[in-house]
């Protein structure tokens, strides 16, 4: 089979294409003919060993999958790696049933995105109705589908925070209330204003570093930020303990495959996403679509912050 594979970790130019083994299925495990890989972030960490998971060499690259298997099943499916390939060995107790009216690119930017920011709001930031909502990335994969469930789930303001104007039109055409430019000279200000010069309820961060440090600052007393990732490859502050008494702070962290340990947990998170986009309150924004030779220009893009919404690979071509 075609896929693509790191023998030496780094940046984009370790995604190299190869010819390889077709993989077996063994126990516990369904054999998925890949029509759509899905693109991630944390692809990118993984190809330079930097993600949560270490990796081990050689690698395939990618972590979600749509496709059928030998027995005709449409299924989408997270996979510990081998996803840019055109077949994959996928965990059964991962992978999920497709409603024959989603399509592609909709059930792989629900499967990891779209379950990550579900459980954002519902189990990390317990978001209430009325409560205000940051979403910094909000034109990429997660930040779009956030900013929607947050305004369905019925948050009082939704602020977006992405680098340009371009991005931050499209948050707001998708319901955010205000939106602002994560690089304002003082984000925290910025934040405030925003949220109609008070502090804020809600901060979903992925970026870390100085991002990080002016969202908590942001908050009112009571609340929360939900830390899902470190785009900028910076961290931020360590936390003082004894800081968040003076506002009742609370900061999680969210890391998609410790959902798997609850029990109906994802599933719970699939049949509502599903059930969202089936009736319209609901759409995965593409991002655009690439060959699977051109996995590394698609890591090159996506590290240059050119890419909105959901990336996905082509391993057909």
């Known amino acids: ?154 948050a009082g303001r939704v602020i977006a925070a992405a680098s340009t104007q371009d ?31 008070k502090r804020v309820d809600v901060v979903l961060e992925m970026t870390g570093g100085t991002v990080t440090d002016r969202s908590i600052a942001a908050l009112a007393p009571l609340g929360r930020l939900a830390f899902f990732g470190m785009a900028s490859r910076r961290p931020p502050k360590p936390v003082n303990l004894p800081a968040l008494l003076s506002h009742s702070t609370t900061i999680s962290g969210l890391w998609l495959p410790h959902a798997f340990t609850k029990p109906g947990l994802m599933q719970h998170a699939m049949r509502e996403l599903f059930a969202a986009v089936q009736q319209g309150s609901l759409k995965v924004i593409g991002g655009g679509e690439y060959a699977l030779a051109d996995a590394r220009q698609a890591h090159e893009d996506l590290r240059a912050r050119k890419t909105v919404g959901k990336l996905l690979l082509d391993p057909t071509r």
């Open 167 to 197: 991005k931050r039109d499209l948050a707001l055409s998708l319901g955010a209330d205000a939106a602002i430019d994560p690089g304002a000279d003082d984000l925290t200000a910025a934040i405030r204003e925003a949220n109609g010069g």
């Open 1 to 154: 089979m075609r896929a693509i594979q790191i023998t030496e970790f780094g940046g984009p130019e370790v995604l190299v294409p190869a010819d390889l083994p077709d993989p077996t299925a063994g126990a516990g495990q369904v054999l998925v003919e890949v029509s759509r890989a899905g693109i991630n972030y944390a692809d990118t960490h993984n190809a330079e060993n930097s993600y949560l998971a270490p990796a081990s060499l050689p690698l395939i690259p990618g972590n979600e999958v749509v496709g059928r298997t030998p027995d005709g099943r449409r299924l989408v499916s997270m996979v510990d790696a081998g996803g840019y390939a055109e077949r994959v060995a996928a965990p059964e107790h991962m992978a999920f049933e497709v409603p024959d009216d989603v399509d592609d690119l909709t059930a792989l930017g629900l499967v990891v995105q779209g379950t990550t920011a579900w459980l954002l709001l519902r189990t990390a930031a317990h978001l209430e109705a009325g409560e205000s909502v940051v979403v910094h990335a909000a034109a990429g994969g997660v930040g779009t589908l956030a900013v929607q469930l947050a305004k369905a789930m019925g």
